[in-house]
Nanobody
Framework: QVQLVESGGGLVQTGGSLRLSCAAS????????MGWFRQAPGKEREFVAA????????KYTDSAKGRFTISRDVSKDTVYLQMDSLKPEDTATYYC???????????????WGQGTQVTVSS
């Protein structure tokens, strides 16, 4: 059974940085795509970034390009989201996600983590 556990959220000032972690377990993820989504209060959940576990494909939403970086450590089965130059509009609950059909299917992933809160103060 796939489990995704996020950590690393918190309160940060505008312009600051945070690194989110997603510990993945339950199977081999070699054929999977891993992604990050976020949901702000009163808004729908939105895609942020994704990558294949193999590291040969990446996808970012426009608001994340140049500020956020997704990466993974295969030795730790962990996916990261490095977030720099944070803005108040980045405030949201951030969710890790995974899908066995690869990056083309990551926008509707099969597996979700429980979320971690990121708050950016102005």
């Amino acid at each position: 059974q796939v489990q995704l556990v996020e950590s690393g959220g918190g309160l940060v000032q505008t312009g600051g940085s945070l690194r989110l972690s997603c510990a993945a377990s339950g199977r081999s993820f070699i054929d999977y795509a891993m992604g990050w989504f976020r949901q702000a209060p009163g808004k729908e959940r939105e895609f942020v970034a994704a990558m294949t576990w193999s590291g040969n494909a990446f996808k970012y939403t426009d608001s994340a390009k140049g500020r956020f970086t997704i990466s993974r450590d295969v030795s730790k089965d962990t996916v990261y989201l490095q977030m720099d130059s944070l803005k108040p509009e980045d405030t949201a609950t951030y969710y890790c996600a995974a899908d066995g059909l690869g990056i083309a299917a990551i926008l509707a992933p099969n597996y979700w983590g429980q979320g971690t809160q990121v708050t950016v103060s102005s």
